[in-house]
């Protein structure tokens, strides 16, 4: 009765576009005062603030900070720059630089949204002047982007880990393949549409030009290389890994390229700080939420439903790739985690699912969540940034959903896609 009442309230406040903290906050309020009378009031409060009372959360503002300070710098622009250089002179290397700059801006900031807003500026006039589509071009971008929550570090696989207790490490090095994958596949879209439209290719840079470029961007580059090799290297965590990504990227921006300055840096603290309120707001309350979804023993219901209906472990898949994608179109993505991994990942272990790859299916579908109309936030990222209609975005967008659907499929029945790194390295 108490899981009905739960899901009934949830998606009716949803439908009526209550903000998901309410969303999330006021049923579990109200199971508290319906049933659990006798529980101590003082448990919601500890719930609210244990749940971000946790170090490994301490990453997010400093890897949101660092996303901040490299969109409103040049870090995006020479990173942008060095690809171009190696790979813009081949076929279809416009697009080819649209895809690389987004995985490589996405090692160094782990935000979808911030990879969209930093490169489409950028890449958008290139491709239309290569002879691509604007719907093309659009589609191109805000997917693109999506690499930026795959290839570490990634704020979605470190709530993820936050949520389940799985190694960030091992997460990031399984999200380095996947995310390799997901762009790859772009780019063989990107060649099919080169030759389809006769796109043209940029001129190819002599040998001086191209060394120039690589040097221009040696400090960008060097910002992934620090961030992953210091963890991997064991030399510092996840956590200590962001806030050298902050202190690497103030010392770049400020003091080598001197693109920001001293007004400049506390206005992008300013608006990091929104941003991470935001994010911590969500959280919190979906500790809460948690609370009250392990005492009405949902994975337990859940898991016995699994049992009954006889599924294997490729059918569970199969239902949370279903449930994910729809939640995807409506559910904002940290939202999604809080929701439905406490749920689904109990479940998923029990059925022999490794914790790396189910989070890494988890992210994938996220990923498309993202440029999945109605409410994929980079559709509309996309659409302010460059200025153009949501609605062309969207128009864009089909074939991208497409690739991404069969990567997740990959990646779904084919685990160890995201498991052998993770256990080579660790």
Not at 15 to 31: K, R
Not at 191 to 208: C, D, I, L, M, N
Request: hydrophobic share 60%; charged share 10%.
């Amino acid at each position: 009765m108490l899981i009905v009442a739960f899901c009934i309230l949830a998606f009716a406040m949803l439908a009526l576009g209550f903000e998901m903290l309410l969303v999330m906050g006021v049923p579990a309020l109200l199971a508290k005062a319906a049933y659990y009378a006798a529980m101590p009031d003082v448990i919601i409060p500890q719930k609210i603030m244990g749940g971000v009372n946790v170090g490994t959360l301490l990453s997010i503002p400093f890897f949101i900070f660092a996303a901040e300070l490299m969109a409103h710098g040049v870090i995006a622009q020479r990173l942008t720059a060095t690809v171009r250089a190696l790979v813009g002179h081949y076929p279809g290397g416009i697009g080819h630089t649209t895809v690389g700059s987004c995985m490589a801006f996405g090692a160094v900031c782990g935000s979808a949204p911030a990879t969209v807003a930093a490169l489409g500026r950028l890449c958008y006039p290139e491709l239309q002047r290569a002879g691509y589509s604007e719907k093309f071009s659009l589609g191109l971008i805000a997917s693109s982007a999506e690499c930026a929550l795959l290839i570490p570090p990634s704020i979605t696989m470190i709530i993820y880990g936050w949520i389940t207790g799985t190694s960030i490490a091992a997460l990031f090095a399984g999200g380095l393949v996947v995310g390799i994958v997901l762009g790859l596949a772009f780019m063989v879209l990107v060649q099919w549409e080169t030759w389809r439209v006769g796109a043209r290719r940029a001129e190819k840079p002599k040998p001086g030009e191209r060394f120039a470029a690589i040097g221009a961007g040696a400090w960008a580059l060097g910002l992934p290389l620090v961030i992953l090799g210091g963890i991997y290297s064991g030399t510092f965590t996840a956590t200590e890994a962001a806030a050298v990504a902050v202190v690497y990227a103030m010392f770049v921006e400020m003091v080598v390229y001197r693109a920001i300055g001293l007004r400049q840096l506390v206005a992008i603290a300013e608006s990091s700080a929104v941003a991470v309120s935001t994010i911590f707001i969500l959280l919190a309350m979906g500790a809460l939420l948690s609370h009250f979804v392990i005492l009405a023993n949902l994975p337990r219901i859940v898991l016995d439903f699994v049992r009954e209906m006889n599924m294997n472990w490729v059918m569970f898949l199969l239902f949370v790739n279903v449930l994910l994608f729809i939640a995807g179109m409506f559910i904002d993505p940290n939202s999604i985690l809080l929701l439905f991994v406490p749920t689904l990942y109990p479940v998923a272990t029990a059925l022999g699912i490794d914790p790396v790859h189910f989070g890494l299916l988890v992210t994938l579908n996220i990923c498309i969540g993202m440029i999945t109309p109605p409410f994929g936030l980079d559709l509309f990222v996309a659409a302010g940034t460059l200025n153009r209609p949501v609605e062309n975005v969207v128009a864009g967008i089909g074939r991208f959903v497409l690739v991404n659907i069969a990567v997740l499929v990959l990646i779904s029945y084919v685990p160890s896609i995201s498991t052998a790194l993770p256990k080579l390295l660790l």
